[in-house]
């Protein structure tokens, strides 16, 4: 069992950034950030594996980055200019082969909030 834990959403106003934080109890091939907005399915936001490839949702990818520190035990992803669009609950995931589709998510963390006021 991999425990994944987020932090660093806040309420912030449109045009801020953010970044998130995701710590795994240990390491996976890959991690990734998923969002889901009140109403809406769960989408994928970006993903990073063991070998650092990340992957982007086309839609975001010009404001978000995905990166992992040393131990590859802590992902974080920066988001910029942030609209309103971008309130949603954001979820750290693993898995063990892709982490770009949910079907494919092993883990899951609890998420953490973000909310974007204009």
């Known amino acids: 069992q991999v425990r994944l834990m987020e932090s660093g959403g806040d309420s912030v106003q449109a045009g801020g950034s953010l970044r998130l934080s995701c710590t795994t109890s240990a390491k996976t091939y890959c991690v990734g950030w998923f969002r889901q907005a009140p109403g809406k399915e769960r989408e994928a936001v970006a993903s990073?594996?063991?070998?650092?490839?990340?992957a982007y949702t086309t839609s975001l990818k010009d404001r978000v980055t995905i990166s992992q520190d040393t131990t590859r035990t802590t992902v974080y992803l920066q988001m910029n200019n942030l609209q309103s669009e971008d309130t949603a609950l954001y979820y750290c995931?693993?898995?063990?082969?892709?982490?770009?589709?949910?079907?494919?998510?092993?883990?899951w963390g609890q998420g953490t909030q973000v909310t974007v006021s204009s």
């Open positions: 990073i594996n063991i070998s650092g490839t990340v």
């Open positions: 995931a693993a898995g063990g082969r892709t982490c770009t589709r949910t079907r494919d998510i092993d883990y």
